[in-house]
Nanobody
Framework: QVQLVESGGGLVQAGGSLRLSCAAS????????AGWFRQAPGKERDFVAH????????YYADSVKGRFTISRDNAKNTVYLQMNSLKPEDTAVYYC???????????????????WGQGTQVTVSS
């Protein structure tokens, strides 16, 4: 079992930046790959980014590629999402998720993850 807690959300103007953090507790975090998803009001929860257990590989949704960066520090049991050049359409609740590193699959879908945080609100004003 692993517990995830997100932080770092808030209100920012378009063009600004935020860094989200996801702190993990429980089992050794390097046992897990991690992802970020987001959910806007009335919409489904969508994939944003994924990082392998070592941090050696990362994957991004096309909508955030070049603007967002996912990273992790296993010594601190934390995953980060650096968000730059934010747009109003980035407004959503952002969720951190984790799954065992032995699992295979695309990592793009919510059902592929076993553990979720409670979410943190990001609001980008125009």
């Amino acid at each position: 079992q692993v517990q995830l807690v997100e932080s770092g959300g808030g209100l920012v103007q378009a063009g600004g930046s935020l860094r989200l953090s996801c702190a993990a507790s429980g089992r050794t975090f390097s046992r897990y790959t991690a992802g970020w998803f987001r959910q806007a009001p009335g919409k489904e929860r969508d994939f944003v980014a994924h990082i392998t257990w070592s941090g050696g590989s990362t994957y991004y949704a096309d909508s955030v590629k070049g603007r967002f960066t996912i990273s992790r520090d296993n010594a601190k049991n934390t995953v980060y999402l650096q968000m730059n050049s934010l747009k109003p359409e980035d407004t959503a609740v952002y969720y951190c998720a984790a799954r065992g590193r032995e699992k295979i699959g695309s990592a793009y879908y919510t059902y592929e993850y076993d553990y979720w945080g409670q979410g943190t609100q990001v609001t980008v004003s125009s």
